[in-house]
Structures are given as C-alpha cells and as structure tokens.
C-alpha cells in the first residue's frame, strides 16, 4: 500500500512544485519589468493559472512575494565567493566588490519592490533567506578582510563598517538613484572598502 500511496502521490507533488514555481516565477518577471507593485491577477495572467490556483498555493500576496524574493536570494547565494585571503588587500577589495555588485544585480529588483512598499519593507527584516544570505555575505567579509579587523580596537564595529561600504543600500543608491554605472559603482565601493580598512591602523 505504501508504494502506491507513493507512486500516485509523486506526479501530484511535482505538479504542485511546477505550477508554485510558475507563480513565483511570473511575478518575478513582472517585478523585473519594472512593475513593483503587481497585483494577484497580474500574476495569474502572467502564469498562466486561475486566481483561485494562486490563492490554493499562497495565503496573500506578501506570501508570494516572500517566496519570489527568497527565490531569488537562492540563486544569488550561489555566486557568493571566497575572497584569496593571500592577495593584496587592494585586489580584496576589488574582488568582493565585483562579487557583492553581481549579487546585488540578481536581487536589485525584488528588494527594490521591497522596499517600496512599507509593510513588506518591515518584513524584509524578518525575511528568513534574505537574513540568511547576509549573515553569510558578513561572514565572507570577515574571512576576506581577518587580518586586518584583527587590528582595529573594535573588530565587530570594524566589520559592520565595512559592510555597510559594500552594502546594497550604497550599490543602489549610486547605480539607481545617482546613475553611476555598475563598474564605478563596483570602483567606488571598492575605494571606499579600502580607505576604510586603511583606518584601522591609524
């Protein structure tokens, strides 16, 4: 009996997975198309199922979007490397500022959507993935830069200032908001990183 419960469960299983990634996927090609605020029938339309299916596989809309956007942290958190801790402390920073630039480039979208709407920007910091993701990009910081944050009085302090160097908040705001291209916003960034990290011994 167990082996078919088994055998007629699996296709069911694989359907559901198929059509809640139709879902998600749809509505984060809708985010990236520069619609920030799609809504439960944009969504449908464009996965091609009913608003009742929607609703059958997320209790609301922030349900979804944290699906889409823990999605997309996912595939990021792919690309996240491990920094050549024996090269020079200026090639370090060139190397995670090109890593943290091509991270920020497969979110930018969906925490763009984020951000711009006020409920779902408070829940961005209970988001269990997207924590995730910077606890880990913390932790390739601390690794890249170890020696170094050994000199500074305060190493916690030390670190979270460089994070907040190599942060999204400041990607963003020179790529988005002041239209700096992605390579001198990866230059900025890494000069930043650097001129920081050269304060700890002063």
């Given amino acids: 009996m167990e082996g078919q419960r088994g055998r007629t469960e699996v296709p069911q299983t694989i359907r559901s997975r198929a059509t809640h990634e139709r879902i998600t996927t749809a509505l984060v090609r809708l985010v990236e198309s520069g619609q ?17 299916t929607i609703f059958h596989h997320f209790h609301d809309l922030d349900q979804m979007y944290s699906a889409a956007l823990a999605a997309k942290v996912n595939v990021a958190r792919v690309g996240l490397m491990s920094i050549d801790t024996s090269s020079e402390i ?5 190397a995670i500022s090109l890593n943290r630039d091509s991270i920020y480039a497969t979110l930018a979208p969906m925490l763009r959507a984020y951000i711009a709407n006020p409920n779902r920007a408070i829940q961005l910091g209970n988001h269990l993935e997207h924590e995730e993701l910077l606890m880990a990009m913390q932790g390739q910081t601390r690794n890249t830069f170890a020696s170094e944050l050994r000199q500074h009085h305060d190493p916690l302090k030390a670190l979270l200032g460089v994070e907040t160097a190599l942060s999204f908040a400041v990607w963003d705001y020179l790529h988005r908001v002041q239209g700096v291209s992605r390579s001198g916003t990866r230059q900025f960034m890494s000069a930043l990183t650097l001129s920081i990290i050269r304060s700890f011994g002063a």
């Fill in 90 to 94: 200026a090639t370090r920073c060139g």
């Fill in 36 to 52: 920030h605020h799609p809504g439960a029938n944009d969504v449908a339309h464009g996965a091609d199922v009913s608003l009742r």
